[in-house]
């Protein structure tokens, strides 16, 4: 299995970047895929901690926002290039998480929960109403971006930097699952008593999530920034939030790519199958619901759930009877 | 504006926090649930309190204990739904769940009620009261009245009732509890019906201080978790002197400083103290 | 193999695992009315897990299979809540009692009205029973020593009605002459007609009371006869011993 997947991979990267073209080539199939890309590297972050870590950190919208705005302030008013304010976007997220890491340090979880929610709502406050924010008109007129002489000036020039985010963001996730941070967090995860046993401090290893996961979310905003030419405090609504924690567990926890499928199929729905946007939060709001008190292994674990029943009933059973509580 | 008017706008909004708060800690409390949807169940009450008397010509008083039953009953589905996450101690997932519901509502209220701002007139909030310098409502002077009836209603039906002990039994050790042939699962059904009713009757009684929007319910949500984390998890008593703390907090921050960053600003507060003293919060409701 | 009438509590097949490890497979158990049967057995095994797996409950994650019946009846598919209002009462080992209500309010809690031929242990009744209760009935479960949390443990599930008693391990953590007091206490319940499963590490202290033993090893009943009967047997000698270190 492992050699064919080494095959496998680069083919399917370069597929997926084909595709959009393969498929019509149209702007609006371009606009999709890019956002679909950025959204997904956005759930990716928040992946890292719902999945890995096993807590709720509601904070991740600011850390999508901060992306946006510090790329917008710093791209209007002080004329930097993409990879600088790429870098600033960095520098300044991890200022914020350290914030709040430092802050939530030693509280359990779901008052940590608590507190990251409360720093979204704050954030929305602020961006609505701080000048230097631009308050509620937020900040228009980002320029296009342009890198190294590379302008992308439609859609289709700017997918490339977005599938190339999306496929950086895949190997930065994949190499941390595979390290010892990525298994001290499962650790913390499925058995904290072990793991405060085994040395490993669980505040140490959540704060290292967090600075881990942060930035990846951040560049998310980052590019949306250019994709919009314009941010606003709306880039802080609870749709983006909602969105995130939808595509971690739809489709199922710790496959690499259940957020990308994840996003795919809750914007293949709003574009495709849309009832109008109301609807279509019930609908979102009503998926997340419902994979979590029903489908707890995601559409995945569902098929598997069904296809051992397939399997079971060709069999005769001698199982005994399990009693209910 | 006097500082006799602060102080008389710092009471009412307190009661209103610690009304607002109240159903939330209950839950947390007894079944050691964050409900995420509570700034919308909040918002919900609101606008169910504003439809029945504006489109359906009712009076405020048949349109409040309407808004308290579509919230006790909002509350029930909820936990319904969530039950087996409940049931299973899985906080996690719960968490995220009651964000979802509390999407739901405003996506279900947005498209019912619309987008635009409402005001929630009622005969008590029309009615001005002028008291020498002071001026308040007799909405006001109701908010007062029926939280402090609430809470002490509560208190005894918590410390002196066999629902209240049944209640205290689950707050305390579930597991025990279904050894004493306690229907766990109605227990918890009931205190989130409890938490949709309570915050509707809020919503209901507070609402009309300001205009209403679908999208309100972030503030709420914060000012619960404020009033809850000074006041004592589960705690009856804590709940209403934190809401009143913060109620005066809020009118004073707000005459004197900025009135968009008093939310903010309390959040600021909350964090200092949980920098300061992380370790406050672990009482249950067992405790009240 | 069916129900026999001549048992209260009949138990076939009852089998629990822990994360898919095997803590209790047990084929047949049966109590008879008034019977006071001993279960005893070394650490871990298993005796706490069936008296759980008879209410289907646990404070771990335990599978349960296997079917119970009570008077008669199948009570297999009921919930926890549903065999204590059936009158199937257990007194946990440990975190038996709330802590955070006084012992008046622990005891507050009692059997509604019509449970047919059970008797329902009034307040005075317990108070009686366990003076030192009455004494104590202000103070709060946290300020109760482990000898009244005992009590108070068995004055609690009194007041709920029980058809048959399920304790686990009463005497742990207590002095000899409390655990001779409790004890005492368990053989006066049956005979006034009380049905009681009692599980004891304390072999010594339980082969004293009991009518009848059965000896649990990794999850099996070794063996099981009235109390002569064991007395006899080697193995419950070896078990002796072993509960000679309590």
């Known amino acids: 299995m492992k050699p064919l997947r080494m095959l496998s991979w680069p083919l399917m990267a370069l597929l997926l970047l084909l595709s959009p073209t393969l498929f019509g080539g149209s702007s ?11 959204f997904a590297v956005m759930a990716y972050g928040l992946d890292l901690i719902v999945s890995d870590l096993g807590e709720v950190s509601l904070a991740h919208p600011v850390f999508f926002a901060v992306g946006a705005y510090t790329a917008a302030i710093a791209s209007t008013r002080y004329g930097l290039g993409p990879i600088e304010t790429l870098v600033l976007s960095i520098i300044v997220v991890l200022g914020v998480v350290g914030f709040i890491a430092f802050v939530t340090l030693r509280l359990h979880s779901f008052i940590f929960s608590l507190v990251t929610y409360a720093v979204t709502v704050v954030a929305m406050t602020l961006a609505s109403n701080w000048a230097f924010l631009g308050g509620s008109d937020g900040i228009p007129g980002i320029p296009a971006f342009e890198v190294f002489g590379y302008r992308a000036v439609n859609e289709a020039q700017l997918w490339p930097i977005a599938w190339g985010l999306l496929l950086v963001t895949l190997i930065l996730v994949v190499a941390f699952r595979r390290s010892k941070m990525g298994y001290a967090a499962m650790t913390v995860h499925l058995n904290p008593a072990l793991a405060r046993s085994s040395g490993i401090s669980p505040e140490r290893i959540r704060m290292q999530v967090f600075l881990a996961s942060a930035p990846i979310t951040a560049s998310a905003g980052w590019l949306y920034a250019y ?6 405090a709306d880039i802080l609504s609870p749709y983006f939030l909602i969105l995130m924690l939808t595509a971690v567990v739809l489709v199922g926890r710790r496959y690499i790519l259940a957020p990308l499928a994840g996003i795919a199929i809750i914007l293949f729905q709003e574009r495709f199958l849309s009832y109008g946007a109301y609807v279509d939060r019930i609908i979102l709001g009503s998926v997340l619901v419902l994979v979590l008190s029903f489908l707890p292994g995601g559409l995945v674990g569902l098929f598997r759930d069904l296809n051992r029943r397939i399997g079971r009933s060709r069999q005769p059973h001698a199982e005994s009877q399990t009693l209910k509580t | 504006m006097n500082f006799l008017q602060h102080v008389i706008n710092g009471l009412v909004i307190g009661h209103g926090y610690a009304l607002i708060a109240i159903g939330w800690t209950v839950l947390l409390g007894v079944a050691r649930l964050v409900n995420f949807g509570h700034g919308q169940m909040y918002m919900l009450g609101a606008f169910v309190t504003w439809f029945s008397m504006s489109s359906l010509g009712l009076s405020y008083w048949v349109a409040l204990p309407i808004a308290v039953l579509v919230g006790a009953l909002v509350g029930f589905i909820m936990q319904r739904i969530m039950l087996n996450l409940t049931i299973r101690q899985d906080l996690v997932s719960v968490m995220i769940a009651t964000l979802g519901f509390g999407y739901i509502l405003e996506g279900v209220a947005a498209l019912t009620f619309g987008s635009t701002g409402q005001i929630l007139d009622t005969p008590l909030s029309l009615r001005d009261v002028y008291w020498g310098d002071l001026w308040f409502t007799w909405q006001d002077i109701a908010v007062v009245l029926v939280t402090i009836a609430f809470f002490i209603a509560l208190k005894l039906v918590v410390e002196h009732s066999s629902v209240g002990r049944r209640v205290r039994m689950v707050a305390e050790d579930p597991k ?3 050894l004493a042939g306690i229907n766990v699962k109605w227990v918890y059904l009931g205190v989130f019906c409890f938490e949709g009713a309570a915050v509707a009757l809020a919503a209901g009684m507070v609402a009309p201080r300001t205009p209403i929007l ?8 914060i000012i619960t978790f404020v009033v809850v984390v000074l006041g004592g998890i589960g705690s009856v008593t804590g709940s209403y002197l934190a809401g009143l703390g913060i109620g005066i907090f809020t009118a004073f921050f707000g ?22 003293r992380p370790n406050g919060m672990t009482q249950s409701m067992a405790r009240h | 193999m069916s129900i026999s009438p001549e048992y209260v509590l009949q138990v076939e ?3 629990a695992e822990y994360n898919g490890n095997r803590a209790l497979v047990v084929e047949q158990l049966g109590l008879r009315e008034k019977e006071l049967m001993g279960v005893v057995g070394a650490n871990g095994a298993g005796k706490s897990t069936l008296v759980g797996a008879i209410l289907n409950w646990s404070r771990g994650a335990a599978k349960v299979s296997g079917r119970v019946w009570l008077d008669g009846e199948d009570i297999s598919s009921l919930s926890t809540p549903e065999r204590v209002k059936r009158g199937l009462l257990l007194i946990p080992e440990s975190q038996l009692i709330f802590h955070n ?16 031929g059970r008797h329902i242990y009034s307040l005075d009744d317990v108070y009686d029973l366990f003076p030192n209760l009455a004494l104590r009935r202000d103070n709060m479960g946290w300020q109760l020593s482990g000898g009244e949390r005992q009590m108070l443990g068995i004055a609690r599930a009194l007041r709920m009605a029980p058809r048959v008693l399920l304790l686990d391990e009463p005497s742990i953590g207590l002095a000899p002459k409390l655990v001779s007091a409790v004890l005492e206490t368990v053989r006066q319940l049956a005979d006034n007609g009380l049905t009681v499963l009692l599980i004891e590490q304390n072999v010594h202290a339980a ?6 033993m059965a000896l649990l090893d990794q999850g099996h009943v070794l063996a099981k006869g009235s109390v002569d009967e064991m007395r006899g047997d080697p193995r419950i000698a070896e078990a002796y011993l072993g509960g000679e270190a309590s």
Request: one cysteine or more; a negative charge.
């Open chain 2, 214 to 221: 679908t999208s309100m319910g972030f503030d709420e949500v």
């Open chain 1, 227 to 232: 994709q919009r030419a314009y941010v606003s």
């Open chain 3, 101 to 116: 209500m006084s012992v008046a309010d622990n005891l507050a809690h009692h059997a509604t009205s019509k449970v047919d």
């Open chain 1, 28 to 38: 609006a199939l371009y606009s999709v895929c890019t956002t679909i890309a950025i």
């Open chain 3, 13 to 15: 097949n009852l089998n």
């Open chain 3, 207 to 212: 082969i004293e009371v009991v009518d009848s």
């Open chain 2, 255 to 276: 005459a004197y400083v900025s009135a968009a960053y008093s939310t903010a600003a309390m959040f600021v507060l909350l964090i200092a103290l949980l920098v300061l």
């Open chain 2, 176 to 178: 025990l509890a279904l």
